[in-house]
């Protein structure tokens, strides 16, 4: 503190008086950053002491007090707008100084920066007319492709279809293949006879309830019981007796090289070399021609009516 003292003669005496002036105390701020960038979310603000008044104009100044002066009330000042160059003062969004973004207690300076905010959904694109053409020449197009890649598809599928039936037409005819008429499928009694067969051998009609096993045999098989292994869709190959040993070793061969439904076998009283059978088929050759054989087992195994049914090799 300063003093100074003051004197007056009242009478004989001299009454002395001292009179302190208060000099201001400089407020020490431990958050020297408050004022610019707001107060911290958590501390509130008072409203006696804002950052638009400073304590001494809140309070007065001593020499005031002193001389019974109230204290002086703070004239309002226009205001520079906020984050204006030479106010001191950063932008603080919409509201007072220091309370941040209005009404969410968040720092100034924190939030979204104007113009940034979630943007406006917009209106669909109403197309053009070129456009909408566009697309319908598109679609258009996509229709007359899927169109003809299914006509293509359909048409070889028929096409493999017909060559297919055309080469085995031709097949057939080249082999002269007879089809005789179905005589049926009753089943005799074991070791039972049937002698009104259409064909020689015979190619359906009544037969044995057990067939011949498949491979090569060297002795006769009785009618009733091939008849029974051509309804399970297996190719009798068979020779008359006396074939020039060469021709009966290479129908054996021939016999041996497939592993089931082929039977190869002598026939006695056959009118011609060799004939081969399938259900309702009858091919007649004069000589033991492997080609031929070949191509009508390819034709006719397993065509039966019960083909499919396995034939173990004897």
């Not at 055309?166 to 006879?193: E, F, I, P, W, Y």
């Not at 011609?272 to 390819?298: H, N, Q, S």
Request: proline share 11%; with cysteine.
């Amino acid at each position: 503190m300063s003093g100074a003292t003051f004197g007056a003669n009242i009478g004989e005496h001299e009454v002395g008086a001292k009179f302190y002036v208060r000099a201001p105390v400089p407020v020490t701020d431990p958050d020297p950053l408050r004022h610019s960038i707001g107060p911290h979310p958590e501390e509130p603000v008072s409203r006696s002491q804002t950052p638009d008044r400073t304590p001494d104009e809140t309070a007065g100044t001593p020499a005031d007090a002193a001389a019974g002066k109230p204290a002086s009330t703070p004239t309002t000042e226009a205001k520079e707008p906020a984050g204006r160059p030479g106010s001191g003062r950063p932008a603080a969004g919409k509201g007072t100084a220091g309370k941040g973004t209005a009404g969410k207690g968040r720092p100034a300076g924190r939030g979204k920066p104007a113009g940034q905010g979630r943007p406006r959904p917009q209106g669909r694109h109403r197309l053009s007319a070129s456009e909408r053409a566009a697309i319908k020449r598109r679609k258009r197009m996509r229709a007359i492709v899927v169109t003809v890649v299914s006509v293509l598809v359909v048409a070889s599928i028929i096409g493999v279809v017909l060559l297919r039936n055309a080469s085995r037409d031709a097949a057939v005819q080249g082999l002269n293949v007879q089809t005789l008429a179905d005589q049926g499928r009753t089943h005799l009694s074991a070791g039972g006879k049937y002698s009104n067969y259409n064909s020689t051998p015979p190619t359906s009609g009544p037969h044995d309830p057990t067939p011949a096993p498949c491979g090569v045999s060297t002795e006769p098989i009785p009618n009733e019981v091939q008849v029974h292994d051509l309804e399970h869709g297996v190719v009798m190959v068979q020779y008359r007796p006396g074939l020039d040993q060469a021709q009966v070793q290479a129908l054996a061969e021939l016999g041996r090289s497939y592993s089931s439904h082929v039977l190869v076998a002598p026939y006695p009283g056959l009118t011609t070399p060799v004939a081969v059978t399938g259900w309702t088929k009858l091919m007649a050759i004069e000589r033991a021609d492997t080609g031929k054989i070949r191509t009508f087992i390819d034709l006719y195994r397993q065509h039966g009516p019960e083909g499919g049914i396995p034939c173990p090799i004897g």
